[in-house]
Each structure stands twice: as C-alpha cells, then as structure tokens.
C-alpha cells in the first residue's frame, strides 16, 4: 500500500496554520470535499494545485510530494544528522538544488537507522 506522504504533509501545514478543511479549501479555491481526498489520500491534486499550495505554505513542490525532508529548496542553512549546518550562502541556486538532490539521493542508501540497504 503506497503511503499518502502528500495528503499527510498536507494535513501537517494546514494544522500548523490552525487552519480547518472550509477555510483552506476556500484559499485553495477547491471544494471541501477534494481538500479532505487529498489528506486522505484517495484523490491527487493537479500540478497546478500542488503548487499553489506549496506557495500558500512557503514550501516546495519536493517537499509535498516527500521528495526531500528540506521544505524550501532556498534553504541557505541544512541542518545533517550530525547537527552541523551546510554552509551554503555563496552558492548559486542550482548548486544547492544540486546538494539538496544529492543528500536525497545519498539518503535513498540507508535505511532509517543508518544501515546500508
């Protein structure tokens, strides 16, 4: 069964911005029933709504999708497992779209407690 990583990063930023299903389904311009499929994971939105919401909440497209655990590809500053901070300040955006993909991809090879999958 494919986990609804959209629908619940979703229900997270809604709730993060005490916002009921009426009133964002409102902002989305969306019914209230199609926000409540989409939490739930019985209904995608269009691309055209994934990324109104991922403006609305300042976040990346990536990031609903759970793509990457980093909600702005703008991130100047990626906190690692290890608590130091990238320092990324002088790097063009591609370059840190390219570090962003590359700890995605490095991150695909471990499993959650750090074992090689």
Not at 9 to 26: C, F, M, P
Not at 45 to 70: E, H, N, Q
Not at 73 to 78: A, P, R
Request: glycine share 4%.
């Amino acid at each position: 069964m494919e986990t609804n990583i959209l629908g619940i990063r979703l229900k997270n930023l809604r709730e993060s911005k005490d916002l009921t299903q009426i009133k964002l389904s409102k902002i989305l311009n969306i019914s209230n029933s199609t926000l409540s499929q989409y939490e739930a994971g019985n209904r995608a939105p269009s691309d055209d709504i994934k990324r109104i919401i991922a403006d609305y909440f300042d976040v990346s497209v990536d990031y609903l999708l759970g793509r990457t655990d980093i909600m702005k590809s703008g991130d100047k500053n990626i906190e690692t497992k290890a608590f130091h901070n990238l320092d990324l300040e002088n790097l063009p955006e591609d370059a840190i779209r390219k570090v962003e993909e590359f700890i995605e991809f490095i991150k695909q090879k471990y499993n959650p407690d750090g074992t090689p999958k």
